[in-house]
């Protein structure tokens, strides 16, 4: 019986000792089972994130890709706008020469025809084909843009310009063309409005004497707004004067540093220009300064006549 017993006690603990092994193996292959889940997890978080970073990559290379083409954009709207730039301020010169010349040419010729008509002053000229044998030999007095005056037996005798032959006006550099830009501007002086103003002034003692304080008290408006609308001439020409002075200034400041004499003789020639530009406005306003002093004269004239 013992000897049955120390046979059968190595068998149960063999035993034991297999189930103990199975037991723990089962619990090694799940264990190992979860951490081959939480690896499975693990890579598919991974592959979810390079997808990802992925994306975000190609979407970075597209912006630099952008950006790339973007400054290569700007670089040339840069070449293009200085090309632009240049190209505008060559117009600007040329336009600015094609004034220059326009005025120069009116100033030659306004020149030019004072000269021919200042020496043609005292000869004779033949009138009788449009005025008749007593106007053969006629010596000249004066001439206008309208007229001419000659002189006669009889006196000083004046001829209008649709009475002077194609070749006497193109002698003295007359035509209709002058003739109307000076009749323009003799309908434009002060004087047509002073002669209108001393025959309204004349008519105030015909009227009655309500009317005449309401006519002079329109007037005196009419007076005060002119001479405002004449003061505020005079300031915006101020303001041009000091442009073209300081045009002059700039032009003569490029002349002086510029060694190429053919670029520094068109600077001085520009610098002049400005300059008389600039005295022409000022002498305008000088006339104007004497129109205002008139105007406020008569302003206080007509105010006394309001207040009788």
Request: aromatic share 8%; proline share 2%.
């Given at each position: ?42 890579l598919r978080h991974k592959k979810k994130y390079l997808a990802e970073e992925q994306v975000k990559f190609a979407k970075h290379e597209k912006a630099r890709e952008d950006i790339k083409l973007a400054v290569k954009i700007k670089e ?128 105030l003692a015909e009227r009655k004497e309500e009317g005449r304080k309401t006519a002079i008290l329109q007037k005196i408006k009419d007076m005060q707004a002119e001479i405002f609308e004449r003061e505020d001439v005079i300031r915006i ?72």
């Open positions: 019986m013992r000897i049955w017993n120390l046979f059968a006690l190595p068998v149960v603990a063999s035993t034991a000792l297999v189930g103990c092994f199975e037991l723990d193996g089962e619990a090694k292959i799940e264990n190992l089972d979860k951490k081959l889940d939480g690896q499975s997890y693990d040339s709207l840069d070449e293009k706008t200085i090309i632009f730039e240049e190209a505008k301020l060559r117009n600007e010169e040329l336009g600015e020469s094609i004034d220059l010349i326009g005025e120069e040419f009116e100033k030659y010729q306004a020149r030019y025809r004072a000269i021919l008509r200042k020496d043609a002053i005292g000869e004779s000229i033949d009138l009788s084909a449009t005025k008749g044998d007593e106007y053969k030999d006629v010596r000249i007095l004066s001439i206008s843009p309208l007229r001419i005056r000659v002189y006669m037996p009889s006196g000083p005798q004046e001829i209008p310009l649709k009475e002077l032959t194609p070749e006497i006006l193109a002698k003295l550099q007359m035509s209709e063309e002058e003739a109307n830009k000076f009749t323009e501007k003799l309908q434009s002086n002060t004087a047509l409005r002073a002669e209108k103003y001393k025959k309204w002034k004349e008519g020409k101020i303001g041009e004067i000091k442009g073209w002075k300081s045009k002059a200034s700039q032009w003569e400041a490029n002349a002086f540093k510029e060694n190429d004499q053919t670029r520094r003789k068109k600077a001085i020639r520009y610098s002049i220009v400005y300059r008389d530009k600039a005295q022409e406005l000022a002498d305008e306003n000088s006339d104007s300064y004497i129109v205002l002093s008139r105007l406020n004269n008569e302003l206080e004239d007509l105010k006394r006549l309001g207040i009788r």
